[in-house]
C-alpha cells in the first residue's frame, strides 16, 4: 500500500467543530412516512427528535461544490480528498452527522405536485421540514490532509453558503436549504511540535509533497509558509492539542483560494 495515501500513521490529525444556521425551512428526508399519523415526507431525526443532517450529506456538498466552483474532475482531482476508487482511497475528511441543537416540534407544509403535461395539479402531499433559525452542530476530522488544504476548502464552502448560492437538503427549488456556516473550534493534534512527513492527501492532483508542521511560541506553521495563530491546549505522552485560531485559519484559505482562483 502506497504510505503516501493510507492512515497506518497519523501525522496531523485535525478536528474542527463547526454550526450550520438554517434561514429557511430545512429539510433532510427520512423517505416516506408510514406511521399513522406521520408525516407524507418526514424529516431524520435522532430519538430525542432533533433534526439530523447527515455527514455523508454534507460530504457530498462540500465535493461536488468544490469540483463545481473550481471546475475540477470530482473524481480525476478530488480522489485524495474526499476518497475514490481509481485509485482506491479512504476520505482524508470525515464528517460527523450535524443535528440541531434543540428537539424540534412536528412542522409541515403542504406542496402541490404539477402534472407536466396538462400543468394541473397532480396530487398534494403534507412535507416536514425544520423551521428557520435551528443550529446544527457537528464536526470534521482530517487525517493527514494539509491544514492548508482544509482551509481552503472550508473557506470556499463558508462563502458559498452564506451567499446563498449553495443550499443543503431537499427541496432547494421550493426556497428550502439556505444556511450559514461557521467555525466554532479548531484544534490540531500532533505527536510533537515539529514533524515531516509526505503526502499526495489534500489538493495535489495526485502529486507527492513534503509537509512539515512546526509550532513556535503562539504560531503554527506549514512549511514556513503558511502561518496560524495557535496556543497548547493540552499535552500528553502520546500528542499535544493546539487551538487554531478561526480568522488566522480563514485568512490563509481565503489567501490560498485567490490564488488558485487567478492561476
Given at each position: 500500500m502506497d504510505e503516501a495515501i493510507n492512515f497506518?500513521?497519523?501525522y496531523l490529525l485535525t478536528k474542527i467543530i463547526a454550526k450550520i444556521k438554517n434561514l429557511s425551512p430545512l429539510r433532510v428526508g427520512a423517505g416516506k412516512g408510514i406511521r399513522i399519523g406521520e408525516s407524507d415526507l418526514p424529516i431524520i431525526?435522532?430519538?430525542?427528535?432533533?433534526?439530523?443532517?447527515?455527514?455523508?450529506?454534507?460530504?457530498?456538498?462540500?465535493r461536488n461544490n468544490i469540483a463545481r466552483f473550481l471546475n475540477?474532475?470530482?473524481?480525476?482531482?478530488?480522489?485524495?480528498?474526499?476518497?475514490?476508487?481509481?485509485?482506491?482511497?479512504?476520505?482524508?475528511i470525515i464528517f460527523s452527522d450535524f443535528v440541531s441543537?434543540?428537539?424540534?416540534?412536528?412542522?409541515?407544509?403542504?406542496?402541490?405536485?404539477?402534472?407536466?403535461?396538462?400543468?394541473?395539479v397532480r396530487n398534494m402531499f403534507q412535507a416536514e421540514y425544520a423551521p428557520e433559525d435551528n443550529v446544527f452542530i457537528g464536526s470534521m476530522m482530517g487525517r493527514n490532509i494539509p491544514l492548508s488544504d482544509l482551509a481552503i476548502m472550508i473557506s470556499l464552502v463558508t462563502k458559498l453558503m452564506n451567499f446563498g448560492i449553495v443550499r443543503i437538503g431537499g427541496f432547494k427549488s421550493r426556497g428550502y436549504g439556505l444556511v450559514s456556516f461557521d467555525i466554532d473550534r479548531i484544534q490540531v493534534i500532533l505527536p510533537s511540535d515539529d514533524l515531516r512527513y509526505t503526502t499526495k492527501l489534500g489538493f495535489t492532483?495526485?502529486?507527492?509533497r513534503e509537509v512539515r508542521i512546526k509550532v513556535e511560541k503562539d504560531q503554527l506553521k506549514e512549511n514556513d509558509k503558511h502561518i496560524?495563530?495557535?496556543?497548547?491546549?493540552?499535552?500528553?505522552?502520546?500528542?499535544?492539542?493546539?487551538?487554531?485560531?478561526?480568522?488566522?485559519?480563514?485568512?490563509v484559505g481565503d489567501g490560498l483560494l485567490q490564488e488558485i482562483i487567478n492561476a
Open positions: 497506518k500513521t497519523y431525526r435522532t430519538a430525542d427528535r432533533r433534526a439530523v443532517v447527515p455527514g455523508s450529506s454534507l460530504k457530498g456538498v462540500f475540477w474532475d470530482v473524481e480525476k482531482e478530488l480522489n485524495y480528498v474526499f476518497g475514490g476508487s481509481d485509485p482506491p482511497i479512504g476520505s482524508s441543537e434543540q428537539a424540534i416540534e412536528n412542522v409541515e407544509r403542504t406542496h402541490i405536485r404539477i402534472n407536466l403535461r396538462t400543468g394541473g492532483k495526485g502529486g507527492e496560524f495563530s495557535s496556543k497548547l491546549a493540552s499535552d500528553s505522552q502520546l500528542f499535544k492539542v493546539y487551538e487554531i485560531d478561526k480568522t488566522s485559519f480563514y485568512s
